[in-house]
């Protein structure tokens, strides 16, 4: 079964950066995308970016300009690099496996990781 571990997560100040990691295991598949989710407590759960195995990136309106979503395939390796923080961005984020079609819904993934807690003081 595919399983995914997040890391990089922590507390840094406004304006700063972080960039979070997903490791992928038994991807055997050629395409399928991988994308980063967050949530805040008492809030919904949002869909941040995602990569396809193809190269397709998308992104949430609220991340564009901040955060960059790539890979290291060979390694089953999704980075997420977030620059400019704000406290909004503080939440817990996931990343999660899907089909080849997937963008930034939650119900277009099959696999998730446990999650890495990102913390943004003012």
């Known amino acids: 079964e595919v399983q995914l571990v997040e890391s990089g997560g922590g507390l840094v100040q406004a304006g700063g950066s972080l960039r979070l990691s997903c490791a992928a295991s038994?991807?055997?598949?050629?395409?399928?995308?991988i994308g980063w989710f967050r949530q805040a407590p008492g809030k919904e759960r949002e869909g941040v970016s995602s990569?396809?195995?193809?190269?397709?990136?998308y992104y949430a309106h609220s991340v564009k300009g901040r955060f960059t979503i790539s890979s290291a395939n060979a390694k089953n390796t999704v980075y997420l690099q977030m620059n400019n923080l704000k406290p909004e961005d503080t939440a817990v984020y996931s990343c999660?496996?899907?089909?080849?079609?997937?963008?930034?819904?939650?119900?277009?993934?099959?696999?998730w990781g446990q999650g890495t807690h990102v913390t943004v003081s003012s």
């Open positions: 999660a496996v899907g089909g080849p079609w997937a963008r930034l819904r939650s119900d277009e993934y099959q696999y």
């Open positions: 990569i396809s195995s193809g190269g397709s990136t």
């Open positions: 038994d991807l055997t598949f050629d395409d399928y995308v």
